[in-house]
């Protein structure tokens, strides 16, 4: 027997996306869930930060992706950055994106990519890794909404605690 969770939300999302192609109908779930997230705190639903704890392989950065697109077609004024810890996520995220929305939408900046940093800035979307932020001090002052992949990994020291009980374990 298989159980499937919004048939209705899980197949319009694999009408709409390329990437379901090879998404469990989970992946497809928690996708749509990361997407919403990004529509909730575009249209002030929600109020940031706001976090979405799933494991790795749930689908969050395609959800991104997937809220990114649906965030330029709804909010066309407003800008958003993505940030990533990894230059090959930032290419990746960026490749998708422009596939979707266009060169002239999407701008992506890292160490090593040959492109002008002042032109790409002033696309919709610019995707980025965490270190530019530390490095460009009120570059991205004009963002509107910012989507962290990997925000573990953008904080200076994070301390991670299992409780069993009353009982705290490091």
Excluded at 71 to 83: A, H, T
Excluded at 101 to 122: C, P, Q, T
Excluded at 126 to 133: A, D, M, P, R, S
Excluded at 155 to 167: I, N
Aim: net charge negative.
């Amino acid at each position: 027997m298989r159980i499937r969770l919004f048939p209705e939300a899980i197949e319009r999302r694999r009408q709409s996306y390329k990437e379901c192609e090879w998404l469990s109908d989970w992946q497809v779930h928690s996708a749509h869930i990361a997407a919403g997230a990004i529509s909730s705190l575009a249209c002030e639903f929600e109020t940031g930060p706001f976090y979405v704890p799933m494991p790795t392989g749930s689908g969050k950065t395609t959800g991104a992706i997937w809220g990114i697109v649906e965030f330029v077609k709804s909010y066309p004024d407003q800008r958003l950055c993505f940030l990533s810890p990894y230059k090959e996520a930032v290419n990746q995220v960026h490749a998708a994106l422009v596939d979707y929305l266009g060169n002239n939408i999407v701008g992506m900046y890292h160490s090593d990519a040959f492109v002008d940093k002042d032109e790409e800035l002033r696309k919709q979307v610019v995707i980025l890794t965490h270190q530019f932020v530390e490095h460009n001090q009120g570059r991205l002052d004009d963002r509107d909404i910012f989507v962290i992949d990997e925000a573990i990994y953008a904080t200076g020291e994070a301390t991670l605690m299992l409780y069993s009980g009353r009982q705290a374990m490091p």
